[in-house]
């Protein structure tokens, strides 16, 4: 059960954030998993998908899209992190090879999703759950959890509510690690935690060269 006063140690924006996420006395949560749908952007179009996701601490995650072209082709598979071994496995029409992808590269690249995707599951940023944070300033702390290299910082609003994370991430594409977040423009509460339900997700974020990728909308939440 979460207790409040068991993270009073913590740096003010980190504290107010957890208090926020996890109702005192919710279950803690290591497992959780998500029904969503939005759009994701390759080259110049967006196209539509709905998805399943499930994403445990500690340990990785799993997403499993449908993806919709409007040609009647769609595509579908798996983007996943499990254990610090991640890969890409696509084929189009459920059929077709079009992607499978794997190595060194996207195991570092996948683990940064993972890391910024924690935000779904807030008991991945417990120190009980090995996180570390440090304060930065009265509306941003930055966390480190025990199986990813880099740190993510996270902004919250005066009340705790999540307004944006942002990392550093491997760009599979380029080789090169660049800034990478989300906007929080939405949330909800399941089960006494609070999570993010409307996102938009991009590279060069906090840049001028921020470049969105993905929006997704939280249908359903399931924690364990």
Do not use: C
């Not at 990813?148 to 509510?161: F, H, I, K, R």
């Not at 990392?167 to 993010?196: Q, S, Y």
Request: proline share 5%.
């Amino acid at each position: 059960m979460f207790d409040p006063d068991s993270i009073g140690e913590l740096p003010k924006a980190a504290r107010r954030y957890l208090r926020h996420a996890i109702a005192p006395a919710t279950p803690l949560a290591r497992r959780v998993e998500l029904v969503m749908d939005g759009q994701l952007r390759l080259g110049d179009r967006w196209l539509s998908f709905d998805a399943e996701k499930t994403l445990a601490a500690r340990r990785g995650f799993v997403w499993q899209p449908n993806v919709h072209s409007g040609l009647g082709l769609g595509f579908s598979g798996a983007d996943f992190s499990v254990d610090g071994t991640g890969g890409q496995r696509f084929a189009l029409a459920g059929l077709v090879p079009i992607v499978r992808s794997s190595g060194e590269a996207i195991d570092r690249s996948s683990a940064g999703r993972f890391l910024a995707e924690s935000v779904w599951l807030p008991t991945s940023f417990l120190p009980m759950m090995g996180a570390e944070w440090d304060g930065i300033d009265d509306r941003r702390a930055r966390v480190t959890l025990p199986t990813v290299e880099e740190s993510l910082t996270v902004t919250v609003d005066g009340q705790g509510a999540v307004e944006s994370i942002e990392t550093l991430r491997l760009d599979g594409d380029t080789g090169e690690m660049r800034p990478f977040g989300a906007i929080v423009k939405r949330e909800r509460t399941v089960n006494g935690f609070t999570i993010p339900s409307r996102v938009e997700v991009g590279w060069g974020f906090g840049t001028d060269a921020y470049e969105p990728f993905f929006r997704a909308k939280l249908r359903e939440a399931s924690f364990h």
